[in-house]
């Protein structure tokens, strides 16, 4: 076996889980490289052997079983620009808070690698959008797909923004608003629903549109099929605006036609039988539990 290591930064609280890590892959003589910015990280913190690296999507290739993170979401929605459409799957170990995605505790990743190696374990399929511009913008030739979801925000400005939107070609609605966010099922649970979005199972063939502070208040969210071709131009006091792909910034032009769909390629997600989707989020948002006090 043959896995990448790939974490954004590291923190002194860590370490014991990153040594775990790295001593159960050595027991099993599993061979592994570390994302090399990260592994900067680790030798200015801790006592750790010489190890193989990688910078570039370009050197993971099928020679690659797993990819494991050591974060929390964001840290897999960075990953994913390095995984792309290479169909390496995700093994999410969570240091950080919340954890829809990184549902791996950092106290069972023994537990996990016994898992990997005795095959008991389901790949999840997760969906992304892409992303096209008109005119075309080059700095988004190479990173045009996100995980959660890509949005419009207004920029340096109080006044907010018009966002005319269209569905396969057919006017849907001219959004006043500070933003607009198309979130995927994987990105339901995240800035979408702390704007009141839905949250949406991760298998389910549905997007989601969710107005950010519409001024109409009767704009809400709608959820459409993920055959959608989506596309939208904004307009506003400012000559610019925000184009976020899971939290990657891109200024853009205003009347710029930007057109989102579904990606030509999945995220393929590890999941073990004791962490469904189901139970994650009884235990984030306390579902089924009395918490009367």
């Known amino acids: 076996m043959k896995v990448a290591i790939y974490g954004q930064y590291f923190k002194i609280e860590d370490a014991q889980y990153v040594e775990d890590l790295f001593q159960i892959l050595t027991n099993h003589n599993i061979e592994f490289v570390i994302e090399r910015k990260y592994y900067k990280h680790l030798k200015s913190n801790l006592n750790i052997d010489k190890y193989n690296t990688f910078s570039s999507y370009r050197k993971l290739d099928n020679t690659f079983d797993f990819m494991f993170t050591i974060?929390?979401?964001?840290?897999?929605?960075?990953?994913?620009?390095f995984i792309r459409a290479s169909n390496i799957p995700i093994v999410g170990i969570n240091t950080g808070r919340l954890g829809f995605l990184a549902t791996i505790q950092k106290e069972n990743i023994f537990n996990a690698v016994e898992l990997l190696l005795k095959k008991e374990y389901v790949l999840k399929e997760r969906s992304l959008l892409s992303v096209s511009t008109s005119p075309k913008i080059t700095s988004l030739s190479s990173l045009n797909f996100a995980l959660n979801e890509v949005s419009v925000n207004r920029?340096?400005?109080?006044?907010?923004?018009?966002?005319k939107t269209f569905l396969d070609d057919e006017f849907l609605n001219s959004y006043w608003a500070d933003g607009l966010i198309i979130a995927t099922p994987t990105g339901s649970t995240g800035y979408s629903l702390s704007c009141g979005g839905p949250i949406i199972t991760p298998?389910?063939?549905?997007y989601v549109l969710t107005p950010i502070a519409p001024h109409n208040l009767n704009a809400r969210p709608l959820v459409i099929p993920d055959d959608t071709k989506?596309?939208?131009?904004?307009?506003?006091?400012?000559?610019?605006?925000?184009?976020s792909l899971?939290?990657?910034?891109?200024?853009?032009?205003n009347n710029t036609e930007i057109t989102v769909k579904k990606a030509d390629f999945n995220l393929k997600m590890v999941q073990?039988?004791?962490?469904?989707f189901l139970k994650t989020?009884?235990?984030?948002?306390?579902?089924?539990q009395d918490t009367r006090n």
């Open 71 to 81: 974060g929390g979401d964001g840290t897999i929605l960075r990953a994913v620009t």
């Open 155 to 163: 920029k340096n400005t109080a006044s907010m923004i018009t966002i």
């Open 203 to 206: 298998q389910a063939k549905s």
């Open 230 to 243: 989506i596309t939208f131009t904004v307009s506003g006091r400012e000559d610019q605006f925000f184009l």
């Open 246 to 253: 899971d939290s990657r910034i891109k200024t853009i032009n």
């Open 272 to 276: 073990f039988k004791d962490q469904t």
């Open 281 to 288: 989020l009884r235990e984030k948002l306390l579902w089924g």
